[in-house]
């Protein structure tokens, strides 16, 4: 009996599964036809409506066909992040981040349209680094990670040191994303404790 509602319980994660993929792949087809559909239109202004009609159709379809391949493949990305997740944790936010190698001077911060293979996910029990949206570089819980500046560059160390500096997209304010992660940081369990006024102060906690 338990194995039966075991499987019932992961057809039904499965089948959410798939439904949220589709849901992607819809609303990234109609993201699509919407984008190209009024372009279309303002450069037939003045053909024949049957023509016009046509053209907008074809253009729109395509726009459809690519949107929803997009949004497909997001939504298998995001199902890829979201089944590291733990119990009771959800996904809060996605940064797009060039890596920083030590000793390189740090690229201005780059357009949104910039092309970025990483991007750092932050959740309510840890911060990920993933390559192309699917690929886990890293992962640490809260507790174990220090967020510092170097001007506009954000700094991460760990339990090991440092696992990167990273370039952030020039519509976020890589401050923010500091301030937040210490705020997470302050709220997780096993944290470690701050050191008393008679103590030395530790380097990278």
Not at 39 to 62: Q, S
Request: hydrophobic residues 40%; glycine residues 12%.
């Amino acid at each position: 009996m338990d194995g039966t509602v075991e499987e019932a319980a992961v057809g039904d994660a499965e089948l959410a599964r798939r439904r949220r993929v589709r849901r992607s792949a819809v609303w990234g087809g109609a993201a699509g036809a919407a984008g190209v559909v009024p372009v279309a239109i303002n450069a037939t202004e003045f053909w024949p409506w049957w023509l016009n009609l046509a053209f907008c159709v074809v253009v729109g379809g395509g726009g459809a066909f690519a949107g929803a391949v997009t949004g497909r493949r997001d939504g298998r990305k995001a199902e890829v992040r979201r089944s590291t997740l733990g119990a009771g944790e959800r996904e809060m936010g996605q940064y797009r981040v060039k890596p920083v190698p030590e000793g390189v001077q740090a690229p201005a911060p780059f357009k949104e349209d910039d092309y970025t293979s990483y991007s750092l996910t932050t959740t309510t029990h840890r911060l990920q680094l993933w390559e192309f949206g699917y690929l886990p570089q890293w992962s640490h819980p809260w507790s174990e990670l220090h967020l510092a500046m170097e001007d506009h560059v954000v700094v991460i160390t760990g339990p090991q040191g440092l696992l990167g500096r990273f370039v952030l997209a020039r519509n976020v304010v890589p401050a923010e994303l500091v301030l937040a992660a210490n705020r997470l940081r302050a709220r997780a369990p096993g944290r470690p404790s701050d050191p008393s006024p008679s103590a030395p102060a530790e380097g990278g906690s």
